[in-house]
């Protein structure tokens, strides 16, 4: 059980061109989604919050015009980056915590984003 | 602001022997700790959590000792297997909130 699927997993796209990254919960419904952003060799870096049906939190210094996060349903989040340039090339990973849940965070498999 | 500190930030460890990775958390009104496992191309994967009303918890090979009053958590792994090797990252959060991670060890498990 609580399955987090992402698609995906690779993509690559010119810059100026905008991509889109779903995130699903397959196994069960999930209030909140995380989205984050990890770079080689470093840590995950919370980009931003998403509850079902409400405008994302973003972190600071995240930009929310570049950075566009739709959770329209409990089992789906979807992140798009808006006119990609090379510098938004990373490992986007979401989470999403089962509405039953307080603490725990699933993990889904990531999407590397390479912008040429 | 880094909230949860993790050390070291790479380790080294022959293998069947004991790896210990630490941490360290600003915020007290934490009362959430894991511990998540992370393959290279590879989302985390939750390994293990601890709430601050126990001392240690173990889960196989796999132990967190907690200690409130010095602010510090840490995962041992006993056995330690090539298998293991990976990079670990402890967070900490509370109730409803987002999660806050350590900067990661990356383990090596040498055969």
């Known amino acids: 059980g609580a399955v987090v699927s992402q698609h995906p997993s690779w993509v690559i796209c010119k810059s100026g061109t905008s991509v889109k990254i779903e995130c699903r919960s397959l196994d069960f419904q999930a209030t909140t989604m995380f989205w984050y952003r990890q770079f080689p060799k470093q840590s995950l870096m919370l980009m931003a919050t998403s509850n079902e049906g409400s405008k994302a939190t973003y972190e600071q210094g995240v930009e929310k015009d570049k950075f566009l996060i739709n959770h329209a349903s409990l089992t789906l989040s979807t992140l798009t980056v808006t006119s990609a340039h090379p510098e938004d090339s990373s490992f986007y990973i979401c989470?999403?915590?089962?509405?039953?849940?307080?603490?725990?965070?699933?993990f889904g498999p990531g999407t590397r984003l390479t912008v040429t | 602001q880094q909230q949860v500190k993790q050390s070291p930030q790479s380790l080294i460890v022959q293998k069947g022997g004991i790896s210990i990775i630490n941490c360290a958390y600003e915020?007290?009104?934490?009362?959430?700790f894991p511990w998540y496992q992370q393959f290279p191309g590879k989302g985390p994967a939750l390994l293990i959590a601890i709430r601050p009303d126990v001392s240690e918890k173990k889960e196989g090979r796999f132990t967190i000792s907690f200690n409130k009053s010095a602010k510090q958590f840490s995962l041992h792994i006993m056995d330690s297997q090539p298998g293991d090797s990976a990079t670990y990252f402890c967070a900490a959060s509370m109730a409803w909130n987002d999660m806050r991670f350590g900067a990661g060890t990356r383990l090596t498990v040498k055969p």
């Open positions: 989470s999403a915590r089962a509405t039953s849940g307080r603490y725990e965070q699933y």
């Open positions: 915020n007290t009104a934490f009362d959430y």
